[in-house]
């Protein structure tokens, strides 16, 4: 898709208004497709109100990103989105047609692993076909491609509890890869590994991501993370989450490890950190 | 893309020692030395051998009265067997029952508990007068001390998932039945085998003890007849083979546990 628009340009900053609630979504914008939208959602448990409302959508093979202080409703949000909670208003449209169940054409990590303990790496990554019912052959095909792309080789036959939490995690992403859903989201799935993981994890993420274009939703409380690997970061607010800022990373890809070399990395972390301070977020002196 | 320092894999630390034969011959040796122990310190001692045989002595009956006491190891072993395997057939679906409805744990929690505080062992003679002399009150309350152990182990081992491995299944689009069956079953078999293997101790007990109460078989009666003559070498030697019954079948269910879950097998 549109890398182009991406790579080569002098990146520039694009902050479209502060506020995002009350745009009406409208199906197609820029010649893309709006695949998933959300409109006024909100949910809350019992009497509290942990989430929105909140509009948000993202377009095919978009990486957006959800950036916000904890307790603040993101995984809530992506699990609304997931279908996997009901919201207690709104609704999700996917293609223009509204969520009713738990969406399926989906791959799902979250912070911990949630691997099967009693079964292999590679039969981890096969549960998908199994419970699908798909071609076996062409899952474990895929799932060894992607055990080769995910630095996994080698470790198929080792049980999770064999392996270290940053290629738990992996697992973790092979196995919400495999069945080539067209939507990927993830839960701060580098929450629970050490910095020097997480570095490599977001740079393996990304190339897969580049390869497979599927559209991502990542939840996260890193603005590093954040910028590194979206398309789109939105920020919310504290509990219960609005969305407040939305920020277009025009930054080329693959995009380094090391951030700091790009100057509009530190504008856009400036403006992340001054909307954080201004929601009171942060409270500097 | 491969990252040389992540992919370096932590394995499991495990408990390695250089051969099998090093690992085995420490406690083998232990075995033997209380043996040795036994057999030359009543000598030593001069214990009374009519109160304390020596091993050589009570030893000696496992082949002069192999008959009687393979006829009593087996009627014991039928029964702890069948008690252990109806104990197991109610408990692991009732365990499944209890965890999966909330309403049903918290209403049955305190029969539960009751039942659970009863020393089991003093409903034998219940069993005698409800059920007669036969094989039936001895299977019973065999069932009845193996039941808790496996029952509490199963609403544990059933009620311990996360519930966002849950979402993932649901992602997946699976059935209740794909979730139990992929998921939620294997996740609850090593605290369930946990469970029957304590049952399995405490079916050995139950059995016995009713056979204490009212039985003309089995180990347990065979001790009451030895102890009538004074026979105290046939009691140690009925002593032991229930020992060996306790871990005879231990050893069988730990096979299957192996068998069954080759993921714990160097835990």
Known sequence: ?285 | MLATDVKSPTMSPQFHLSSPLARFMPPVLVVIGSLILWEFGSEWFELPKYLLPAPSEFMNRFVTDRGVLAYNFSATAYVVILGFAIATAIAIPLGLAIASYPSLNHNLFPLIVFFETIPKTITAPLFVVWLGFGLSPRIALTAVMTFFPILLNSIAGFSAINPRLNYITRSMGATPWQSFRFVRFPSAMPIIFAGMKMGMVYAVTGCVTAEFVGANEGLAALILQAADYMDVQLMFAAIFATAMLGMLLTGILLGVERWLMPWRRDL
């Open chain 1, 1 to 285: 898709m549109s890398i182009t628009r991406l790579s080569g340009n002098v990146p520039q900053i694009h902050t479209t208004a502060s506020t995002v609630k009350g745009t009406t979504p409208s199906l197609v914008e820029d010649g893309r497709r709006r695949f998933i939208a959300a409109s006024e959602l909100s949910k809350s448990f019992g009497g509290f109100q942990a989430l929105g409302p909140v509009n948000i959508h993202i377009e095919e093979g978009e990486f957006v990103s959800i950036l916000g202080p904890s307790g603040c409703g993101k995984s809530t949000l992506m699990l609304v989105v997931a279908g996997l909670l009901q919201p207690t208003k709104g609704h999700i449209e996917i293609n223009g047609r509204v969520l009713k169940r738990s969406m399926t054409d989906v791959g799902i990590v979250f912070q911990d692993h949630l691997l099967l303990e009693f079964r292999t790496a590679f039969e981890n990554v096969l549960l998908q076909q199994e419970i699908r019912g798909l071609d076996r052959n062409q899952i474990r095909k895929r799932a060894q491609e992607l055990f080769g792309k995910l630095g996994l080789s080698g470790a198929e036959s080792r049980y999770p509890r064999q392996l270290s939490g940053g290629m738990q995690q992996r697992v973790s992403i092979a196995r919400a890869l495999v069945h080539e859903p067209s939507v990927l989201l993830m839960d701060e799935p580098f929450g629970a590994l050490d910095a020097i993981s997480r570095t490599q994890i977001r740079h393996d993420l990304e190339a897969l991501w580049m390869e497979t274009r599927k559209s991502v939703l990542f939840i996260t409380h890193s603005i590093e993370e954040a910028i590194g690997l979206s398309d789109r970061v939105l920020v919310m607010s504290n509990s219960p989450g609005r969305v407040v800022e939305e920020i277009r990373i025009d930054l080329p890809r693959p995009r380094p490890a090391y951030l700091g070399q790009y100057p509009e990395f530190a504008k856009y972390a400036q403006q992340i950190y001054k909307t954080f301070e201004k929601l009171g977020v942060y409270q500097f002196k």
